[in-house]
């Protein structure tokens, strides 16, 4: 199983700033190993984001995106002890979901 993903998510008045760090390889298909091989493409292929259950954000990612991906983004009007969920799937079938609460601002 895929390793979690780190979510920091703070309330900021009516809103919530969050902060993703998703564990993956992201390969490309276009890197060679040592033997000159193509290391097989392995990437995040589709990413939801949930507040309290409601989607707020989809994307749709390709092979272009770094190693263990970082988004960082704005909820309106989620407040602290609201749930923020964030799930992926990759290329070959792989998927992790995950879920912080938000937390009141300091």
Do not use: C
Request: aromatic share 4%; hydrophobic share 40%.
């Amino acid at each position: 199983m895929p390793e979690a993903s780190r979510i920091r998510a703070q309330a900021l008045g009516a809103n919530a700033l969050v902060r993703v760090l998703m564990a993956h390889e992201m390969e490309s298909g276009q890197r060679k190993d040592a033997a000159g091989r193509t290391v097989p493409a392995w990437h995040i292929t589709e990413v939801t984001v949930t507040h309290n259950g409601r989607t707020v954000l989809s994307a749709q990612w390709g092979p272009s995106v770094a190693k263990d991906p970082y988004l960082q983004f704005t909820v309106r009007g989620a407040r602290a002890g609201d749930r923020i969920g964030i799930s992926w799937r990759d290329n070959r079938g792989e998927s992790r979901s995950d879920e912080a609460l938000v937390a009141a601002a300091v």
